[in-house]
């Protein structure tokens, strides 16, 4: 078939074809495509086919697409289009990237297909993707963990104490007994099948316990961590372990984002009806586009460096506060502008 | 102690000296615990932790090996894997992927760009030690061949 036939079949029909230099950089669309989203052709100069995707789903398709370049090359996804009329249409959205030597120029290149899709396969999909990250995830401290053993294994060395493997087996027992820790609480956050046992907390000594906590991991990356309290005493009725726990992943997140030199302020607070806990930070911020889903499982911004772990850390904080009747919010100016998250608690009467 | 024949200074076949291995992961108890790992098995051993920094340092150094994870930050271990293949002064050097992804169209994907072995996390040090060093007399076989 000619390149010319192989555009009129491209053009047949409701699907699209399309050539990509990556997510949201689109060198060629087949005709369906301007037809479908009434997109004047040739489009104007800086035009961003994105903006077609449904604003609920553009920061999760992008964040896929960039996943899909580390995890294999090829992307499989559900989004919906605005198309002409104004409403969304969902489309199945298949790509791969071209390998090395695939086509003339092709390397680097996204080629795909839209496809109209009457149903969604959202479950499905996020089982796949979430056994390939957790099988990531769960596999790495343990991998870290049979290489430790086996320096344990060979012979005694003088410049590797026997106390410096083990405490390396112990770092990375615990990473893994987070890991599964995350995941089992989230599971039984979605089922409500976890249950808070209420006592009166002072939450500024909390706040100072898990600062004191998170000081050695702070210190190491050269950060400055401080905490802002006020003279009173800040008294919530809650559960103390799972307030900790929302304490210890905000702190743990803001560190991990926050690079040398960079700062980590928590301030706790409250007025005639509520409590806070406020985490500020000087990292690397978030991108408008990625705030509004900070808090959905498995979910990581995309240029993230320091990526790591499950990316359910904040689906944590979220379901552990709202089991309190609290809740959590996050703002960030955008990246490299730092990030604050607050959490808001009823004050105890 | 392996050793591999190498250019001497004056570019004389002859001299001897350690493997150089150039292991790439995310995680950084994974370079520390390779780095000594490997060093007791008679390897030089030099870490970079991410795909642009394993770019750099493979054309730089142009190791014996390279141990490569797949799941990297900058550049993913396939994209490092392609370029190397790609570039004449690197396309020789034997790679190993050493990863947490498990899916059989990753593994398939790995393959594809040309990894040399595939090895699954955990990986067992005693294996991966083994896979070094036979890859590695390949490659001085290959040479000592066509010389």
Redesign the interface.
């Known amino acids: 078939m000619t390149e010319c036939e192989l555009r009129r079949v491209a053009d047949l029909g409701s699907a699209f074809y399309f050539r990509a230099a990556g997510p949201g950089e689109p060198t060629w669309f087949s005709a369906g495509f301007f037809e479908a989203t009434g997109t004047p052709q040739p489009p104007s100069p800086g035009w961003d086919w994105t903006e077609l995707i449904h604003p609920d789903d553009r920061a999760a398709v992008l964040q896929r697409w960039t996943q899909a370049?580390?995890?294999?090359?090829?992307l499989d996804t559900e989004l919906r289009l605005t198309v002409a009329d104004g409403t969304a249409r969902w489309y199945r959205l298949l790509a791969e990237v071209g390998?090395?030597g695939a086509c003339d120029g092709g390397?680097g290149v996204w080629v795909g297909v839209g496809l109209e899709s009457e149903q969604r396969s959202d479950a499905r999909e996020l089982t796949?993707e979430f056994?390939?990250t957790a099988?990531?995830?769960?596999?790495?401290?343990?991998?870290?963990?049979?290489?430790?053993l086996?320096?344990l294994k060979?012979s005694s060395?003088a410049d590797?104490p026997e106390w410096q493997v083990l405490s390396?087996i112990e770092?990375?027992v615990q990473a893994e007994k987070a890991l599964i820790g995350n995941l089992l609480d989230v599971s039984r956050l979605t089922r409500g099948a976890m249950s808070i046992v209420p006592e009166r907390v002072d939450l500024t000594q909390l706040v100072r316990g898990s600062v004191a906590n998170a000081m050695a991991s702070a210190v190491a990356k050269g950060l400055d961590l401080r905490v802002e309290a006020p003279a009173d005493q800040v008294t919530i009725i809650a559960d103390r372990r799972k307030i900790e726990q929302v304490v210890w992943h905000l702190l743990a997140n803001s560190i991990r984002c926050t690079s040398h030199p960079g700062a980590v302020a928590i301030q706790v607070g409250q007025d005639h009806a509520r409590s806070w806990v406020r985490v500020t930070d000087s990292g690397e911020g978030i991108d408008a586009t990625f705030l509004p889903y900070v808090f959905e499982p498995f979910s990581q911004q995309p240029r993230?460096?320091a990526?790591t772990g499950l990316g359910l850390g904040l689906t944590l904080v979220r379901g552990l506060v709202e089991l309190h009747g609290g809740s959590v919010s996050a703002a960030s100016q955008g990246h490299g502008h730092g990030a604050v998250f607050e959490v808001t608690l009823p004050r105890a009467a | 102690m392996m050793q591999t024949p190498s250019l001497d200074s004056r570019g004389r076949l002859g001299a001897t000296r350690r493997p150089c291995i150039l292991v790439v992961d995310d995680y950084p108890d994974t370079l520390d615990v390779w780095t000594l790992s490997l060093g007791a098995a008679g390897f030089d051993v030099v870490t970079a932790i991410d795909g642009l920094e394993a770019v750099t340092t493979a054309q730089a150094l142009v190791p014996d090996l390279i141990v490569l994870d797949l799941g990297l930050p900058g550049r993913s271990g396939y994209e490092v894997a392609a370029i190397l293949r790609e570039t004449p002064a690197t396309s020789h050097i034997p790679l190993i992927a050493a990863t947490g992804f498990s899916h059989k169209a990753q593994l398939e994907r790995a393959r594809r760009v040309g990894f040399d072995v595939i090895m699954i996390k955990p990986c067992d040090p005693v294996d991966l030690i083994a896979h070094i060093s036979r890859l590695i007399a390949d490659t001085t076989s290959r040479q000592r061949a066509s010389n």
């Open positions: 370049r580390a995890a294999g090359g090829r390998p090395s390397e796949t056994l390939a099988s990531h995830e769960l596999r790495t401290p343990l991998n870290a963990i049979a290489g430790w086996h320096m060979l060395r590797l390396a770092r990375n993230n460096p990526r």
